[in-house]
Structures are given as C-alpha cells and as structure tokens.
C-alpha cells in the first residue's frame, strides 16, 4: 500500500459542501487490492487492540461499532485508512468526523477523504493511519510507542497553528454569525467578512483601534497624566531615569510602601510591588531599569487591594475579571515545591498563552516573592494558608482570573466607560486596583493602575471561576452592529463553455449600476476594467484575492473545474452560482471520468448557493437542469427554446426565468414577460447569429436581475458589451477583410466546435477552418473535433498546439484526420502543423466572401496575423 499524492481541500468540494475541510488521499492498495480485511489473519483483532476507541464509529451501519463489524465481515484497506486517520485525530484532541472512501478508475487506486481540523494535522494523520495499517497487517498490532509519538506529534502540529485564545475567541463567534474570515500574508493579521465590507483584526486590536491611543495606553505616565488631568483616580508616582534620583523621588511620593515599575513594560515584567525599604527598591530599581526600553523607571505609591481587569468595548463594559496572583494553598503536609507540581497537574494549564490557564514556573522571581512571605520552595504550608509566587496577578504567569462582571458598582462602571473613551481605545482593557470593586472607587480609595491596549480575552472567555463572558460577540459587534453586511454579493460561474464571456458580460453589466466589480476569469484578475494580475485565474487563489481586496463591492468569479477539484472554493457559499452546461471535456483529468461525475463536479457551484440566493441553470442541458433537486436555494433557469417543458413548470410554479422568444432575451418572473433587448442589438450575439452567445447572456441577464439590477442597467450593459478582440480577445472575434471575413475563437473542445458551428452554418459562402485541441484530452475527444469540423467546414487546416500536452507531434492531428474522413471523406483537408503557417496559408487562400474561422492556441499571435492584413 502506497501514498501517491496528498491534496488538501478548503471549501466546497466535490466530496463535501458543508463538512469541506478534507484531506484527499490517493491511495494504491497494491498488494491489498485483493485483500479485505476479513481475509488478512488476525488484521481484524490487531487493529481493534490498538484503536479500541474506533468502537464508537458507526459508519454506514448508523449504530456503534458499525465500523468494527465492518472490518470483521471484511472492507478494502482505503475504507479502513480513512477511519484511522479521523480516529487518530480525535484522540489528538481534534473532533472530526467526516469521510468517504471511493475507488478511482484504475483498479486498486482510491482516493481516500477524511476531515481535518488543522491542515498539517490532517495531513499527518493520513500518513500515520498507513503506516498503522501496514504494521497491522503485517505484524499484527501497532507499537504503543510509536501511537503514542504520532499522538504526541499530532498535537503539537495542532497547538502550532491554533489560534491565540483572544483570536479564537472572536473567530468562534464570527463563525457562529456566518461571518466569513481568513488570514492575511502578514502579521498575524485577519479578515473577517469580504471585500469592500470587510473588517480586521489583530488579536484584540481591531481596524477601529486609534494609533493616537495605542501609543498614549503604552505609555504609562501620559495615561497617567491624561487621567488625572480627567480627574480620574490614579496612583501618585513620578518618573526617574536615574537610580540617584530614587530617594528624592520616593520622599517625593510621601515614602513606602511603593511601586517601581518600567515605564513602557508589560505583562508583568519587571516590577516589583509593596517595596518597603531602600535595599528592595535598588533591586527592584535595577530590575525595572533593564525591563524598559527607555531605561526610564515609574515610581509610585503602593496601594493596597486586589486586583481587577475592566474590559471595555466600544464604549460598553463587557467583562470585570478579579486577577490573583499565581499562589498555592497549604494542605498542611506537601511542601510548597509539591503543591506547586499538583497545581501543575490541571490539565487547564499549559505553557504560555495555549490554553485557559498557564502553568506556575518556579525561578528566582517566585523564590523571591516565597521569601517575602517568610517561606522557600520546602516550606510545608499549614492547612488553608495562600502563598504566593508572583507579586502581579497576570494569567501568563500563573494567575487565576475569576469573574466579577455581574458585581462591579455601576459608578466604576461609568468611570471605566469614560477612560476608555478618554484614552481613545475601542477595545481597553483598565487595569484597577481596590479592596472591592463592588464599591465605588471614591470610597474604597482604588485607584487606575494603567489602560491596555490589545487586551487578553482568556481571562474573560474562560475564567477559572465565575460565568464565562462572550466578549468575543462584543467585538462583533462593534465592527458589524446590527448584522451589518459582512460580505458582499459573490457571483460564481461555471460550465464547460461560455464561463469567461458570461463573467465579464456579468460584470459588465453590474458596473451599470456603479458598483466596484472585481473580477477573475481566464485571462486575468480584474477590478473595474483594470488588470490586477494576468494569467488563469479561475481558480480559488485569484477568487481569494478578490475576496481580500477592500475596493471590490461585487465579485463575478469564473469558477473552472481545476480548481474546484484541486482544493475547493475560496468561499463557504455565494449568492448566485450560475452553471452554463456541462459537456465532455476535460474528462480523465482528476479522477473525473464521466460527464456524471463532471456535472457532480460543477453542481458544487449550485450546491454552495446560501438559501436566500439562486442557482441559474441551463434548462436545455439535462444534466444541469437535475441539479435543481440538490440545491438549498431558489431556482431560475435560462432557456433558448420558449416553450421548454421545465421552464414553463417553472413559471407556472411563479419561478424566474429568462427566455429567448421571438427575437428577444426576456426575463420571465412569474406570468410577466420583461422584454430586455432584440439580439441583434447585442454585438454579442453576432446579430442574433451566434446562438451560444445569446445563451451566455441569458444567463447573466439573470444573474443581475436575480440580484436586484434594473432592466435598465442590464440593456445598457448588453448593448455596450464589446466582442471585439481588443475587450475579449478570443470570443467570436468577426473580422471583416474586405474580400472575405475571418473569425478568431477559442472553441477547443466538441462542445464549443458544435456551437461556433451553429454560427459558421449561418454563413452565406465557402468556410475555412483552422483546427486543432489540447493534447491532454482523450483520443475520442479529439476524432469528435474532426467530425464536427467536417460537417461545419468545406475545406479544412489541422494544426496543432505548441505545447502538445504529453502526446507526440503530429497524434493530435492524426486523430482530428481520422475523424474528419469518417465524416466526410471527400472533405479537403490539410495538415500543417505549425499554427502560424496554417492561419497564413488559410488567409492566402481565401477568396470571394469566404469565411476563415481560426481555432488557435495563441489567441494574441492569430489575431495579429489577421489584423495584419486589415486594409
Ligand atoms: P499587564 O501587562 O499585565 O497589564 P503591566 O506590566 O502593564 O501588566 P501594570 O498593569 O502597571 O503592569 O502592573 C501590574 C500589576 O501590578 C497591576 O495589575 C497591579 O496588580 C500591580 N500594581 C501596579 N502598580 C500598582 C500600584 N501602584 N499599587 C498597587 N499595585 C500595583
Ligand atoms: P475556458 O474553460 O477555456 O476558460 P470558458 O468556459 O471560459 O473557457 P469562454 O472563454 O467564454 O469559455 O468561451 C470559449 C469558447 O467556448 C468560445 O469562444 C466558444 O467557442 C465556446 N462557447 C462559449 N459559450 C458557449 C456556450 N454557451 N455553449 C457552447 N460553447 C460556448
Ligand atoms: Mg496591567
Ligand atoms: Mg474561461
């Protein structure tokens, strides 16, 4: 049994719309093909002893165990990989539970799908599940230490990508609103919602978040100044610099007890608290000098009170957490050492940030503090008496934050308020020192010890005691009030045919409205009618890029197969998935062998329309029309023939439609014919001589209309639509050379050769055509280029494609001859392979009204050929 590739899919996918975050696996059974499992001695009780915990998978029995019997009764070794890895992940701590297992079209090969949480994990988990596998069936079990390593590493993969507790905090809750996000390349940055309606975040800066007010809260003594100039109570300290001046300074402030903190530090770091006598504050001088960055050291009077974190957001207190520092409790017989490692054991605390609470570390700062209290690290502390091994109560250092949100005074409630507004910070967190918060500051004498920007949310969201506060909505809040639009309208389009004309024609006719379209097709990523990036981008990154940029207000994105397989949509639904037609191209490419499994492929596009959106279906292609029964959403189909049966079924059913009918493209809503525009006052439709064309429009006419643009707008946007070479290149570009004409299209598969043809039939005199396909599609694929080519053309150009996909020079051509004699072999026809001398000697020859139609590969190279010869 042999890994042949791993691909990861982030969104919709052809294995899974909702549950799309899935590991692909193609897998070689090899030797096991033949083997299941009930046929492999002792696999079955192997495996059961090294996973017993796949007892509770169901699997297709619906009941427990149902996966274990199955193993028993006998399933093919990919079925049983595909368990393992989502098991191994489970016990790693990552809930999944999503699967399928699917042979390919070469026997023996499968591909194996199974969820993850964390990609690297996912991708881990595939590897070892073979592994386990394979020692399972050869030695029957599974070292314990080597499970217990591949557990260990899939841990860490997974705490090495998890989000901080402030970010997943808010992620969690942007998730629970179907509000979209991503990462940004850089700094740890997030989006959260989509183009112009974006938004972002930075652990719990927010774009809200002043820079004038960020600096201001790190700076301690202009917090401090700022404040008590708002008559705000705040601990009476002064600045020094040096350590000479730290006797006047302490008279200065009335004498001990004191504090001495760096000016510009955090996070506990280096201060020292409740000094009493000058040794200590030299120390502790020393201590806060090397902590700061400008050397600078605050020296204040110490006040007495415990401390409490305000959390303030958007002008509102959300969350009030007491802060203890972090301490142990005697039992009257463990020494302090001891009661330090059972504290440890919590399984709440981890190291740093990672989990609700951190570990308590024993170093000189911790002996220090013990000492103070007149105890070390062997002291065994009698029965309920606190000791304490920090002087600050942060949560990364050991602390305990316990919840008193429900008892703060609604007078500290409103001076809280005031100094997040006065510092300028949309998100604060106020750092208050008092016996009680549950008193007014004013009586209990508390003071502001300082304001933070970018405050934690795990003391709030988790505390070790009291209710857990969803901050997290707060800062939703704040960015999104009143479900505000998170996203913005996202067009998806697909088919075999027609996607890049009917995406620009869509956003063509969208940017009527005077909205900022961004579009992705074939040739390029565009924003209004700017190229952001050329190339192909049809797939999820450009879609990505689109999504991400601030400026776009609507997304038109062609949405190609590749992608689609390869790892899945950029996004987790859209509001109109457009599917033109499917048509056999591309087929044996990716696993993907018939039309079926190629319309399962493209409905992806329907499937991921949100419930209030629409899918628009082709209603004279079967096979897209039954996509209809799979979508959550509503419905409008697009139709050539006005009388089609589904169509009409729709309408009576009061459905959307648009038709093409006497001359015109209408919008049928209900019993009301809307007349948008005659064919042949579309350029598009060469006249209303391209029918394909008048196709693709219908589908975008429905695309905007469905999304609330006027009648108007959509006319103005059909007429002003340009099919010349210089606005889409390669789409039905008609030259007119006096003599005769020439047609430049990029039809490369029967599909498209058919639909050019319906055109080229139109014409009144002799047809040329210079042909040729891709070398990657199958042999039939390209015999059906030649028949077509032979009834659409009276003499006939085979060339081919510089880069001959894999096939040797001259197949390609061979194949098309084939299928032009089995048509017609009487037919004229030539093979030149270079595709420059073929266009050139087809133009040569062209006479009286002929019509050269041109298929080539280098769409910018044939039509320079041909405009050389304008005039
Ligand atoms: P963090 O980043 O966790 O907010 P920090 O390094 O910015 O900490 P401060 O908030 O200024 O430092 O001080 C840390 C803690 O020390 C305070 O929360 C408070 O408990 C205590 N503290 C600081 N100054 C005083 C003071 N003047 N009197 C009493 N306690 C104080
Ligand atoms: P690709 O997969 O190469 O990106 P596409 O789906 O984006 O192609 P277009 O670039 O719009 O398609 O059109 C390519 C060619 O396909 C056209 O020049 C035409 O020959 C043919 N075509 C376009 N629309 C249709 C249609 N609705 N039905 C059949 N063929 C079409
Ligand atoms: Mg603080
Ligand atoms: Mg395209």
Redesign the pocket.
């Known amino acids: 049994m042999r890994i042949l590739k791993t691909q990861t899919l982030r969104g919709p996918n052809y294995w899974s719309i909702r549950r799309n975050k899935l590991i692909l696996m193609l897998l070689d059974l090899e030797e096991l093909t033949e083997k299941p499992s009930n046929e492999l001695a002792g696999f079955y009780d192997g495996l059961a002893q090294v996973l017993p915990s796949l007892i509770e998978h169901q699997c297709s029995r619906g009941y427990r165990g149902g996966f274990l019997e199955r193993v028993k009764e006998g399933t093919l070794m990919g079925h049983i990989v595909e368990h393992v890895a989502l098991e191994l992940q489970e016990l790693a701590g990552m809930p999944v539970g999503f699967g399928r297992t699917r042979e390919t079209s070469t026997p023996g090969v499968f591909n194996v799908v199974f969820e993850y949480v964390e990609e690297q994990a996912g991708r881990y988990a595939g590897r070892a599940a073979v592994r386990l596998c394979k020692s399972v069936v050869e030695t029957g079990t599974y070292p314990a230490r080597e499970l217990e390593q591949d557990l260990t590493d899939l841990k860490e993969l997974c705490a090495n990508t998890a989000l901080g507790p402030s970010t997943e905090t808010i992620i969690k809750e942007a998730e629970a609103r179907k509000i979209p996000w991503m990462w940004l390349s850089a700094r740890a940055m997030l989006q959260l919602g989509h183009g112009a309606n974006q938004k972002r975040i930075q652990a719990t800066l927010s774009n809200n978040t002043s820079i004038l007010a960020v600096e201001l809260a790190c700076d301690?003594e202009g917090t401090k100044t700022i404040l008590e100039n708002a008559g705000v109570p705040v601990?009476q300290?002064t600045v020094i610099e040096y350590l000479d001046d730290l006797e006047q300074a302490i008279a200065d402030i009335g004498g001990y007890p004191i504090?001495i903190?760096p000016l510009d530090?955090?996070?506990?770091?280096?201060?020292t608290?409740n000094i009493n006598d000058p040794s200590e504050a030299e120390t502790a001088y020393d201590l806060a000098s090397k902590s700061s960055k400008s050397r600078s050291v605050i020296v204040?009077?110490?006040?007495q009170?415990n401390?409490h974190r305000v959390l303030v957001i958007d002008n509102k207190v959300v969350a009030v957490a007491e802060?203890v520092p972090a301490h142990v409790t005697g039992d009257g017989q463990s020494t302090v050492k001891e009661l330090i490692e059972i504290t440890n054991q919590d399984p709440k605390r981890g190291d740093g940030h990672d989990n609700v609470l951190t570990k308590i570390t024993i170093d000189p700062t911790s002996k220090a503090v013990l000492a103070k209290q007149g105890y070390d690290l062997g002291s065994i502390l009698p029965l309920g008496t606190v000791a304490y091994l920090r002087?600050?109560?942060?949560l990364s250092t050991g602390g305990v934050a316990i919840d008193r949100t429900d008892e703060i005074h609604p007078e500290n409630l409103w001076l809280a308020q005031r100094v997040a507004k006065v510092i300028g910070l949309d998100i604060a967190?106020i750092?208050i020192?008092t016996s009680d918060i549950s008193k007014p500051l004013r009586e209990t004498k508390g003071?502001i010890?300082?304001v933070?920007a970018a405050p934690g949310f795990r003391m709030h969201a988790a505390p070790s005691e009291g209710l857990p506060r969803n901050v997290g909505a707060s800062v939703l809040e704040m960015l999104f009030p009143n479900n505000a639009p998170s996203s913005i309208p996202i067009v998806a389009i697909t088919g075999t045919n027609g996607k890049t004309t009917t995406t620009r024609l869509t956003a063509h006719i969208y940017r009527q409205t005077g909205k900022i379209v961004g579009f992705t097709a074939t040739d390029g990523i565009y924003i209004q009618e700017y190229l952001v990036e050329k190339g192909d981008n049809t797939g999820p990154y450009s879609a990505g890029a689109i999504l991400r940029d601030p400026t776009v207000e609507v997304a038109v994105l062609e949405t190609a197969r590749g992608g689609i397989l390869r790892s899945g949509l950029a996004f987790d639904s859209c509001d109109i998935g457009v599917v033109l037609n499917v048509a056999a191209d591309h087929l044996g490419l990716g696993g993907i062998d018939t039309i079926e499994q190629m319309a399962r492929l493209k409905g992806v596009i329907a499937e991921t329309v949100k419930p209030g959106g629409y899918a628009i279906l082709n209603a004279d292609d079967p096979l897209v029309a039954a996509m209809a029964a799979k979508v959550s959403c509503k419905v409008a189909y697009f139709s050539m023939n006005p009388d089609n049966p589904i169509v009409s079924e729709h309408i009576r059913r009061n459905g959307l439609a648009a038709i093409y009918e006497n001359g015109y493209l209408s919008i049928l809503e209900g019993k009301w014919t809307l007349r948008i525009e005659k064919a042949v006052n579309i350029p598009m439709t060469m006249r209303g001589m391209a029918p394909f064309m008048i196709a693709n429009a219908l589908a975008s006419c429905l695309a905007t209309f469905a999304q609330g643009v006027d009648i108007e707008e959509i006319r103005r946007g059909l007429r002003t639509f340009e099919v010349s070479s210089e606005q889409i290149p390669g789409r039905m570009n008609l030259f007119d050379l006096g003599e005769y004409h020439a047609l430049v299209d990029y039809a490369h598969n029967p599909h498209g050769y058919l639909a050019v043809g319906d055109f080229v039939k139109n014409w009144q005199g002799n047809r040329i055509g210079v042909v040729g396909g891709p070398g990657d599609r199958r042999d039939e694929d390209l015999i059906l280029l030649g028949n077509i080519s032979a009834r659409i053309f009276d003499s006939i150009l085979i060339k081919e494609d510089e880069d001959s996909r894999g096939r040797k020079p001259g197949e390609v051509a061979d194949l098309i001859s084939k299928g032009i004699c089995q048509e017609n072999p009487n037919i004229n026809y030539e093979i030149i392979l270079d595709e420059t001398e073929a266009i050139n000697t087809a133009l040569d020859r062209a006479k009286n009204n002929n019509l050269v139609v041109v298929f080539p590969d280098k769409i910018a190279q044939a039509i320079k050929l041909i405009k050389q010869r304008l005039n």
């Open positions: 301690k601990p300290g504090v903190k530090g955090n996070h506990g770091r280096g201060i608290i204040e009077r110490y006040y009170g401390d802060r002087a600050t109560a942060n967190g750092d020192v003071v010890v300082e933070n």
